[in-house]
Each structure stands twice: as C-alpha cells, then as structure tokens.
C-alpha cells in the first residue's frame, strides 16, 4: 500500500475539520472508505498466506492462539413449520420446552409488530444501545441510507460525490 492513501485520508480529514463543507465531508468520507478497502484487501492476502503456511507446515500455535485449517459448518432448519410440528409432538406442547429450543430474539420484530398492532409493547421491550463500558446510552450515531436500495426510491445515490477509490 502507497503511502499516498494515508496522506489523502489525512489530508482529506484535517480538510473537513474545521468549517467543512459537505463536499469536504464526503471526500474525509470517502478517503477513510478507500483505506478500509485497501486494509481490507491486505488482510484477505496475509490470511491466504497463512492459510497456505498452516496447509504445507500444518496447525500451530502463537501466544495461546491456535492456528489450523477447518471445514466451516453452518446449520439451517430446513422447514420451520415442520420443526415447531415436531416439537410439539415431542415436548407434548409444553411451551416452556419449546421456548428452550429457540434461539434468543428468535421471532422477527417487525413480523410480530404487524400481528400484534398497539399489542407490540406488551410482549417487546425497545432499549437504546448502551456503551458497554461506560453503561450509559450512546445517543445518536450516524446513519447512511443508499436510497437505490430503497422499494421505489428511485436510485438516488445519498453519496454523490464521486469516490475518491479511483486516485490511488
């Protein structure tokens, strides 16, 4: 990686630091994104290397950490309904038993609140986010809406300043 990536993000930074523009904005924006892409991409490279060490010289480990090649598993119910069947056959409908088999949070929001209507509250409670070290709430934090992604928002890009990915 160039160095000039880091002394654009810099520059770009300081740039919008004081009495920014929302052109300025968008340019620290999109110089920090362009050095994500670019750790990104040096991350994925030294993990292949070490990947293909651990394959030639096999597992082993660094100050407690263990190094190995595994088969990444992943398991899905393959029919919801006939699972919650199956278990309440099985646990003969006691709903404290079948509440053991579900993953935390395992019913959707926003499915529930549509059933549920002004009923929502009764059965969900909504919290704000809190700093897990301070344990205080973390107020609002910056929110980033690509409106192309948006049923009927008709491809307005929020970020329309041309990205900065291109200049390396």
Excluded at 27 to 55: C, G, M, S, W
Excluded at 89 to 102: N, Q
Aim: aromatic share 6%; glycine share 8%; hydrophobic share 40%.
């Amino acid at each position: 990686m160039s160095t000039n990536a880091i002394e654009l993000c810099e520059a770009a930074l300081l740039g919008a630091e004081v009495e920014p523009t929302r052109d300025d904005v968008l340019a620290a924006l999109n110089a920090a994104k362009r050095l994500k892409e670019i750790a990104a991409a040096l991350h994925a490279r030294a993990t292949d290397i070490l990947t293909k060490f651990v394959q030639a010289n096999g597992e082993f480990e660094d100050g407690g950490v263990r190094f190995y090649l595994a088969t990444e598993k992943k398991q899905k119910c393959n029919g919801v309904r006939e699972m919650m069947e199956a278990a309440l056959v099985r646990t003969g409908g006691d709903v404290d038993a079948i509440c053991t088999l579900l993953s935390s949070n395992a019913f959707k929001p926003g499915a529930c609140k549509k059933m549920l209507g002004k009923d929502f509250d009764k059965f969900w409670t909504t919290t704000e986010a809190v700093d897990l070290k301070t344990g205080e709430p973390k107020g609002k934090r910056l929110q980033i809406v690509d409106t192309q992604f948006i049923k009927g928002g008709g491809g307005a890009n929020l970020m329309e300043q041309s990205d900065v990915s291109e200049s390396d």
